[in-house]
């Protein structure tokens, strides 16, 4: 009787745990096995770690554009244009050096990529070199190429609401379905100066983004454990790095924190350690006085328009603001300088009586 | 290893009850030997040098336990030996737990600025301690003998209490370890182990991890609670906490029970108790017992009149309240419920009668106030909780935590609301079920073995348990 019961018990959990993980492989709304098949692709802004790996394996590419949300808005299409080839946009919202190593890792293991674009993000390099941007845990059991650790995959809640959802044709979740535009979240937003300094202390610049404090032996540390081996073991693969524009009240919170001396070190330190690396090319667009103090390009202090992201891309297409040991030296001094000429509250008051621009997408500009 | 992750339900929970069972049937010993060895790999898999900590634990108090279990047996106890042994476990737990705190508090007093030691907790140190301080009281007083080094590794390491409990007995432990009938697969206790733990995990991550963000989006914003943002946060924490802890509990006793060990209760709906005296009687079950009799009686219990008694009720609860961890929030939480227990001496003494809903009401209220405290990051954060409970800002019933804000909204995108209608059906079920006569283990022990259909009822409910296992998150004993 007992026995009986026992068996009933385990036989249906197995069952039933059978069928959701049949199911969840079926729909795969990740795309961890397959490029989406059974139903038309779905690219879910909030499950970009899990989502990105899958990618990685199964599209057809040969070129990586990767970053934070600086880059999720870089349009494969426009890269192509200026680059040739075919690009995929796998970047990742708040994005670590831990994530990025963790998802070049995968998409080289395919040897697909010849080419890799990443944004290069001060932030990405703080805290821990394990430290992933979310709380969560870092689901590293999709990044591999066993299927013998997927069952939090097939099994889990995340993936069989998604798979419902998918199956079901629902829309609860905010999804693209855009291969160009995958994280694009740009829609709906304005770029001008006035919206750029919104909500900003000028006495405590950080407190609107919280962005931790970084030590230059630490940001050394998680470039060498997640990096740097990607770099050394692929060289057929030509990785351009890339400083991403910030606005100036950036640098001048990075100075009000303490941070400014730390970061140009960074930057010195990091050029001297890809110089070697002949697959190794950084392009530097944070001294570039017409974008980085023009607020107008920008939606917040971090984040600026599509038209300049194109504009970055065709830049870097034409080889302009690669770095050089002088150039390197000379952007650190022009930084410095910057900075100080005015203060933060300054600059907020100039922003915020300066005239709307007539465009949603910000002023078309190639740095 | 987590009970509610997938390595421990798929893999090994299955291979350690089939391999016990297996060995079992040839030799008792190399049943108990294997699931030692299988416990201190249940233990080893977070952190492999924790593993050191607790075998150098093992093995210093088997060898006082020896020495005292000898020296009561020839009816010369030997006090020194005793006291030598209790100071090993209590610098043990000391240094890992309490020395930050100390040297905290000192340089506050003292002004000083003496570098923090920042050691890692090992898991469960705090249970493995009190369990073997037991043993050796025990011993000392022949109560408690242990001549085998297998049995007795077992005895502190058995994978369902290592972790989070229940604080064991070494006398209720050791014959059934011993008992070589008992390494053959019993299917009652199979039957009922099984359904005791579906339960245990389907209230840990059906109910507590629903509820969790609810509770702690409250106390990240409990400097500006409303009046009904404080009741939904304290409300919410009372029930992760009882879910929570009281899912692993069960776990741990359905995992124990299905090895044909029986470990003791260490829940009984304690939310339904009259008085505080009860809630005792019906929470953490084995602390409160520990405390009773290796705390309060040794320190001379109701025997030396009532003042001492009453001061007894504070000082032990406060020592509770410190075994949960090191900071003031545990050490107030700890005093508050001694306190409460002076309160109802003398509301006994004064003979009032409450109508027994609203004692249960005030009751549950009190705990749930008082494990504010316990949860807060600081005494600041409790009372910015509690002000809002008591209405001290006000009684509106305005919403201002902003993952709340849905429900005062009149469109909601669906996605959203499922989110937010599952936490909030996850909290009013919580509720109904903590104040249901009928709890997870007279479930487990009543249900009716004969109807394959309530087999296949559990078997759906442990399927679906383990879906929601995806986002595994610590339990909240796990840390103390």
Excluded at chain 1, 238 to 260: E, N
Excluded at chain 2, 93 to 122: C, E, M, R, S
């Amino acid at each position: 009787m007992a026995r009986r019961f026992f068996i009933t018990l385990v036989a249906a959990a197995v069952a039933f745990g059978a069928a959701v993980v049949a199911f969840n492989a079926w729909v795969d709304p990740f795309q961890h096995y397959r490029k989406a098949a059974h139903f038309p692709a779905r690219f879910y802004n909030a499950w970009q770690r899990y989502e990105n790996p899958g990618l990685a394996k199964h599209w057809d590419y040969n070129r990586v554009v990767t970053g934070s949300s600086l880059m999720e808005c870089i349009i494969p299409a426009d890269v192509d244009r200026s680059f040739g080839g075919r690009t995929i946009n796998l970047s990742v919202s708040a994005q670590t050096a831990y994530d990025a190593g963790q998802l070049l890792r995968t998409a080289l293991r395919t040897g697909k990529p010849r080419h890799v674009i990443m944004n290069l993000d001060y932030n990405a390099f703080s805290g821990a070199p394990d430290r992933s941007g979310f709380a969560e845990p870092f689901p590293t059991y999709l990044y591999d190429d066993s299927i013998a650790n997927d069952i939090p995959y097939v099994l889990g809640y995340a993936t069989t609401r998604k798979s419902l959802e998918t199956a079901l044709g629902l829309r609860w979740s905010r999804f693209s379905s855009d291969p160009e535009r995958m994280w694009y979240w740009m829609d709906g937003h304005r770029f001008h100066a006035a919206k750029a300094v919104e909500g900003l202390d000028p006495a405590d610049l950080n407190a609107r983004f919280r962005q931790p404090p970084r030590t230059l032996e630490g940001m050394k540390a998680s470039f060498e454990a997640n990096l740097a081996p990607l770099l050394e073991q692929n060289p057929g693969v030509r990785f351009s790095f890339l400083y991403a524009p910030y606005a100036i009240l950036v640098w001048m919170d990075f100075d009000q924190r303490g941070q400014l001396e730390v970061t140009l070190a960074f930057r010195e330190w990091l050029f001297e350690r890809t110089r070697g690396l002949a697959n190794v090319e950084t392009f530097d667009f944070h001294a570039v006085p017409e974008v980085v103090t023009d607020l107008d390009h920008f939606t917040d202090i971090y984040h600026f328009s599509p038209n300049l992201a194109r504009g970055i891309i065709e830049a870097m297409s034409q080889g302009r603001h690669r770095l050089t040991r002088e150039s390197l030296a000379a952007n650190n001094e022009w930084l410095r300088r910057a900075v100080r000429e005015k203060t933060p509250a300054q600059v907020i008051s100039e922003a915020l009586a300066r005239p709307l621009p007539p465009t949603l997408d910000g002023k078309a500009y190639v740095p | 290893m987590l009970f509610n992750s997938y390595e421990f339900l798929l893999v090994f929970l299955p291979l350690v009850v089939a391999g016990y069972f297996a060995i079992g049937r040839h030799s008792a010993l190399g049943a108990n030997v294997f699931l030692a060895a299988a416990s201190l790999l249940f233990y080893a898999w977070w952190r492999l040098d924790f593993v050191w900590v607790l075998l150098a634990s093992v093995a210093v108090n088997y060898a006082f336990g020896r020495r005292l279990s000898r020296d009561a047996a020839a009816g010369t106890p030997h006090k020194p030996v005793l006291v030598a042994g209790i100071t090993f476990n209590l610098v043990l737990l000391g240094y890992y737990k309490y020395a930050d705190f100390f040297i905290t508090n000192v340089n506050a007093l003292a002004g000083a600025h003496l570098g923090l030691l920042q050691v890692a907790l090992p898991l469960g140190i705090s249970f493995f301690t009190f369990t073997q301080v037991a043993y050796l009281v025990d011993a000392s007083k022949a109560k408690a003998a242990e001549y085998s080094a297998t049995n007795y590794l077992l005895f502190v390491t058995f994978f369902p209490h290592l972790l989070a409990g229940p604080i064991i007995h070494h006398r209720e432990m050791m014959p059934q370890f011993a008992d070589a009938a008992l390494k053959r697969i019993h299917w009652e206790n199979m039957a009922r182990g099984a359904v005791l733990f579906t339960l245990g995990l389907a209230k840990k991550v059906l109910i507590a991890d629903q509820v969790a963000p609810w509770a702690n989006a409250g106390f990240a914003n409990a400097g500006s609670l409303t009046f009904l943002d404080g009741w939904i946060t304290m409300l919410a924490y009372a029930m992760q906490l009882l879910f929570d802890f009281g899912g692993y509990t069960d776990m741990a006793l359905g995992a124990a029970l299905m090895l044909n060990i029986r470990l003791p209760r260490n829940f009984d709906s304690p939310y339904r108790s009259v008085d505080i005296q009860e809630f005792w009687r019906r929470w953490h079950m084995t602390l409160s017992r520990f405390l009773r009799d290796y705390v309060y009686i040794p320190l001379g219990g109701n025997r030396g009149g009532e003042a001492r008694m009453l001061a007894l009720f504070v000082v032990t609860f406060v020592v509770g309240g410190l075994w949960h961890g090191a900071a003031w929030t545990f050490v107030v939480w700890g005093a508050m419920h001694g306190l409460a227990l002076v309160a109802l001496h003398f509301w006994r003494k004064a003979g009032i009668a409450l109508a027994r809903p609203l004692a249960i009401a005030l009751t549950a209220f009190f705990a749930a106030a008082a494990f504010v405290v316990f949860r807060a990051a600081s005494l600041a954060d409790a009372w910015g909780v509690l002000s809002a409970v008591l209405g001290l800002k006000g009684v509106g019933m305005a919403l201002t935590v902003p993952e709340w804000a849905w429900m005062a909204r009149r469109v909601v995108p669906p996605g959203e609301l499922a989110a937010g209608m599952a936490g909030l059906g996850a909290l009013v079920l919580a509720l109904v079920l903590a104040f249901t006569p009928r709890n997870s283990d007279d479930i487990a022990a009543r249900i009716d073995l004969g109807r394959p259909r309530l087999g296949l009822v559990f078997g759906l409910l442990l399927a679906l348990s383990a879906v929601f296992v995806q986002n595994a998150t610590e339990f909240i004993y796990f840390i103390f």
